[in-house]
């Protein structure tokens, strides 16, 4: 399922796929694509790398309504921790068939 990022960290603002507690894919606005890697364990956690950056970020985050809420950390020297969550994003899906009428 699609959800938007948001973090106090702005590598983190964008979008990512989730599905349960793992994550298969992270984009970032400002960074593009990044590698997504699961650590496991309760909750979501896992790292993300962008290109240009030479630390991953270390999220955890637990279920909280139709998103993810929890912190972030830049993984380098003194470990820097800001918010980090993420809400669904809503799609529509048009589907033609019974009911479907033509103008």
């Not at 990022?5 to 989730?18: A, K, Q, R, Y």
């Not at 496991?40 to 809420?69: C, D, E, K, M, Q």
Request: hydrophobic content about 30%; glycine content about 16%.
């Amino acid at each position: 399922m699609g959800y938007t990022t948001s973090s106090g960290f702005s590598d983190l603002d964008g979008s990512c796929e989730i599905t349960g507690n793992n994550c298969s894919s992270y984009n970032s606005t400002a960074r593009g694509a990044g590698t997504v890697t699961n650590k496991g364990g309760p909750g979501l956690h896992f790292h993300v790398n962008f290109s240009g950056v030479t630390h991953p970020y270390v999220i955890h985050a637990t279920a909280r309504g139709t998103g993810y809420s929890g912190n972030a950390q830049d993984n380098s020297d003194g470990d820097a921790e800001e918010s980090w969550a993420a809400a669904a994003t809503a799609v529509q899906e048009a589907v033609a068939g019974a009911g479907s009428q033509k103008c």
